[in-house]
């Protein structure tokens, strides 16, 4: 049987740990299928989608998940929800999916904790929308706490989240007027990522009041702000978990794959791992 072929397509695209991490998804599930890069920019893409669904999938990163949409037959609910693509199933029917969402619910459920009741998110960019999104639609009372540059950015986000989600719960302050509250915390900021490791968004004050405590920043696997939380006692985790969760999530799109708990936690510590030697 030929070989199918998958690949994960943005620009620019070095710096991935996709292959590594869908290639481990392919061997565990027993399938010898090939998963590589191609670098496409938003200018090339017109001239290059040909060669991007002869594939059997792919995955898209910055700056084509809003890009690839024209060149879709059909969009998930959830793609639809979002306007971002990030996971394509080829066939018949191109159909464009983001495993985002389902990866961070995944991510939390794996290291116990629940999305439900107070929720703080810090930050309002790409990752921050799909946490304060799938917040909103689980009933949970939100706050958004904002550098004063981004506070235009943050309130279109609020405005956006209550039009589609009719979810009115939802409180804004900055950063620094943040007092914290029980519940979970969500880093959503790239305070604290390699190389500026030393560096956090809010103050040991704030972190204390959290029972848990999520970065989506995933290098390091452990940053200053989950290093503080379990210091206090917070159930705390770092977002390689997210990484390989959304990816988990491609896979179940591509052939219904299911996989053990025990397998992705391995593959969350190999990851981690590989980033830490290449990256």
């Known amino acids: 049987m030929e070989k199918r072929k998958f690949a994960v397509t943005g620009h620019p695209i070095g710096h991935t740990m996709s292959p590594f991490i869908h290639k481990r998804l392919f061997e565990l599930a027993g399938l010898d299928d090939e998963y590589g890069i191609i670098d496409i920019s938003p200018q090339e893409l017109p001239l290059r989608i040909g060669e991007l669904n002869e594939l059997a999938g792919y995955n898209i990163t910055i700056p084509n998940k809003q890009n690839i949409i024209p060149y879709l037959d059909r969009l998930h609910p959830k793609a639809q929800l979002y306007g971002s693509v990030n996971t394509v199933r080829?066939?018949?029917?191109?159909?464009?999916?983001?495993t985002d969402p389902d990866g961070f619910l995944k991510s939390l459920a794996a290291c116990g904790i629940s999305l439900a009741g107070d929720v703080t998110v810090l930050g309002c960019g790409g990752v921050a929308r799909t946490i304060v999104y799938e917040a909103a639609l689980a009933g949970c009372s939100l706050t958004i706490a904002v550098r004063p540059e981004d506070v235009g950015m943050r309130n279109a986000?609020?405005?956006?989240?209550?039009?589609?989600?009719?979810?009115?719960?939802?409180?804004?302050?900055?950063?620094?007027?943040?007092?914290?509250?029980?519940?979970?915390?969500?880093?959503?900021?790239?305070?604290?990522?390699?190389?500026?490791?030393?560096?956090?968004?809010?103050?040991?004050?704030?972190?204390?009041?959290?029972?848990?405590?999520?970065d989506v920043v995933y290098n390091p696997m452990e940053t200053l702000l989950v290093k503080k939380a379990k210091a206090n006692g917070s159930v705390a985790s770092g977002g390689m978990s997210m990484l390989v969760w959304q990816?988990?999530?491609?896979?179940?799109?591509?052939?219904?794959?299911?996989y053990a708990q025990a397998d992705i936690d391995q593959l969350v510590e190999d990851s981690a791992a590989e980033m830490k030697k290449n990256f």
């Open 247 to 258: 990816a988990v999530v491609a896979h179940e799109i591509w052939d219904g794959t299911v």
């Open 157 to 214: 986000l609020i405005a956006d989240v209550k039009e589609k989600t009719g979810c009115k719960d939802v409180n804004a302050c900055l950063l620094s007027e943040l007092s914290g509250k029980s519940g979970l915390l969500v880093n959503c900021t790239p305070l604290g990522m390699y190389p500026r490791v030393d560096t956090i968004a809010v103050d040991d004050r704030v972190i204390s009041k959290y029972e848990y405590v999520y």
């Open 90 to 98: 080829n066939g018949e029917i191109r159909e464009g999916f983001t």
